[in-house]
């Protein structure tokens, strides 16, 4: 099918009022196209604006995340040093302790060697004490039984005379 044109070419010219409502209708279909295109151009610059912000919002955002990992890796390095530290103190305290516990273990042995020594010089010569008494007791007894002993054989000897 042939197209045909919506003009006749014998057509009458149209009335001057058909011209200028024509030329309004273009005049507003060119304004309304050029709304259009500035309304599309100002979404756009909206959208690259919106696009801008949204990268500088995600490189803030960032910024900000390394900042905070930063801070925590600090604190986090701090607490390992202080815990460290305190271990040591720990370490050094228990040390201390210990060598003040064999210090005290030292002297006690100490102290209970001299005690035994002591002890044992005690009881060597009370020992030797008692030996020493027993020993004269012994002899006073054994004087004793052999005075009795010749006063019983006087006694005997005067009363048979």
């Known amino acids: 099918m042939a197209e045909t044109p919506s003009t006749p ?3 009458p010219e149209p009335h001057w009022s058909i011209i200028y409502l024509r030329e309004d209708l273009q005049d507003l279909r060119q304004d309304t196209r050029q709304q259009f295109d500035k309304v599309h151009l100002e979404m756009q610059q909206q959208r690259q604006e919106n696009q801008q912000q ?3 919002n995600q490189q803030q955002f960032q910024d900000m995340r390394q900042e905070n990992q ?3 890796q ?3 390095q701090e607490n390992q040093q202080q815990r460290q ?3 040591q103190q720990f370490q050094d305290m228990r040390q201390e302790n210990q060598q003040q516990f064999q210090e005290l273990y030292r002297r006690t042995d100490a102290n209970n060697d001299r ?3 002591v002890e044992t010089s005690l009881t060597k010569r009370m020992d030797e004490k008692f030996e020493h008494y027993s020993k004269r007791h012994d002899t006073q ?3 004793l039984i052999a005075t009795m002993v010749s006063l019983t054989g006087m006694l005997a000897g005067l009363i048979k005379f």
Do not use: P, S
């Open 74 to 76: 600090g604190i986090r």
């Open 115 to 117: 005690i035994a020594q």
């Open 85 to 87: 530290e305190n271990q």
């Open 141 to 143: 007894f054994t004087w």
């Open 9 to 11: 070419l014998n057509a």
């Open 70 to 72: 930063q801070q925590f």
């Open 54 to 56: 949204r990268q500088e």
